[in-house]
């Protein structure tokens, strides 16, 4: 899992540095097939529960799961870049959001508040923790900040399976399972400017704030070990 992770992130890494306003969203998609191949792992998205392509671009008000297509970015858009790859048969899964071009002031405190909610997460990612803890963490820093994080889409285990146990909230609803080394897990702060209410789009993927409102994401995946966390991807 860490090779496949640090592929992962290379290929994160090529796909963030085409990030710039004209370029269409499927051309993202069409580099992340490459970049893929050319590195030996396999796009984990494509065809998953029958998602028909190898990343998800979000943009906007898109929270998650969006389809890459004829959509160009525009300077001020703020895009997340969703992917998963499988080495070995083993996943990884990580998830960045990048303002394209100049972006609002709302937009830079909004992209920072979710990276510093999942920096906070992956500090309780250690053993004798619970899944609460991760939660927690990131609920009382989005919050403290006046955002609010997305409910119906949670973090995961992942490893052999692209979504395996247990299921990780971004916000507390109970205690949770303990958390032993070994276990590979994907946190993903999902994070709305305005309300968490979330609306599915016409094409039954997409997501996006119910209120119109800015969202963010990312992700990484992450190893509990017997000191604390290590980040795969
Ligand atoms: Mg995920």
């Known amino acids: 899992m860490r090779k496949c992770g640090r592929t992962l992130v290379a290929v994160l890494e090529r796909l963030i540095s085409e990030i710039r306003p004209g370029i269409r969203t499927d051309e993202l998609d069409t580099i992340m097939a490459e970049e893929a191949e050319r590195r030996g792992v396999i796009p984990s998205f494509k065809n998953y529960r029958g998602f028909p392509a190898n990343l998800c671009v979000s943009i906007n008000d898109e929270i998650v799961h969006g389809i890459p297509g004829e959509r160009r970015l525009e300077a001020g858009d703020i895009v997340s870049l969703d992917a998963g790859v499988t080495l070995d048969g083993f996943c990884t899964d990580a998830a960045v959001t990048v303002g394209v071009g100049q972006i609002s002031e709302e937009a830079e405190k909004l992209i920072s508040v979710t990276q510093g909610a999942l920096k906070a997460a992956v500090a309780q990612a250690r053993c004798g923790a619970r899944v609460c803890d991760i939660s927690s963490a990131i609920q009382r820093h989005v919050e403290s900040n006046g955002l609010s994080v997305v409910r119906e889409y949670t973090g995961h285990g992942v490893g052999r399976d692209l979504h395996e146990e247990p299921q990780i909230p971004n916000f507390v609803v109970g205690k949770g399972l303990k958390l032993r080394k070994g276990m590979t897990l994907a946190i993903e702060p999902m ?43």
């Open 191 to 233: 994070v709305n400017a305005g309300d968490w209410r979330t609306r599915v789009a016409a094409n039954k993927w997409t997501v996006l704030t119910a209120d119109g409102s800015l969202s963010a994401h990312f992700e990484h995946t992450v190893a509990v070990t017997g000191n604390g966390a290590e980040i795969l991807a």
